[in-house]
């Protein structure tokens, strides 16, 4: 019989003062900690407000989509490029046709257009991650 002894093995992370008073300051200390983890603490000092505020205001799913393609550091064109959460890009497409364009959402079932057709266009000038469509310019 062998016998295994598991020791959980705990790692020091240590901070600057600059960022444990920051950290005093954050509501959700642990999410702010993740934070540091994935983007680093200079990260931390110039992006986390923003990047709670954006989480806030559209949902972190989108961020997180966002922050896929893209560095923390764009993170103030978040608001500009966000084009929201769709079901495809067909139907991006669709309802960018309609919303913009000269087709009427009334016209006639017969008339059948290619919105897969028409997303695939659009790829040049938008992208879509987890469901998030996003413009590239």
């Known amino acids: ?8 093995l705990s ?15 954050v509501y959700d ?17 110039h992006y986390y407000e923003e990047y709670v ?13 966002y922050l896929e393609n893209q560095d923390i550091t764009c993170l103030s064109e978040f608001s500009e490029v966000y084009m ?10 669709q309802n960018l046709a309609e919303e913009c364009c000269d087709i009427d959402p009334r016209m006639s079932t017969w008339i059948e257009i290619d919105w897969q057709a028409s997303w695939e266009n659009l790829t040049y000038d938008y992208y879509m991650e987890d469901g998030h469509i996003f413009r590239n310019y």
């Open 1 to 8: 019989y062998s016998v295994y002894v598991l020791q959980k």
């Open 53 to 65: 505020q954006l989480i806030d205001d559209y949902s972190e799913e989108a961020v997180a989509a």
């Open 11 to 25: 790692i020091m992370v240590t901070y600057t003062k600059e960022t444990l008073e920051l950290l005093e300051e």
């Open 29 to 45: 200390k642990e999410d702010a900690e993740a934070f540091i983890k994935v983007y680093g603490e200079k990260n931390f000092y």
């Open 84 to 93: 929201g959460e769709w079901d495809s890009g067909a139907e991006f497409a």
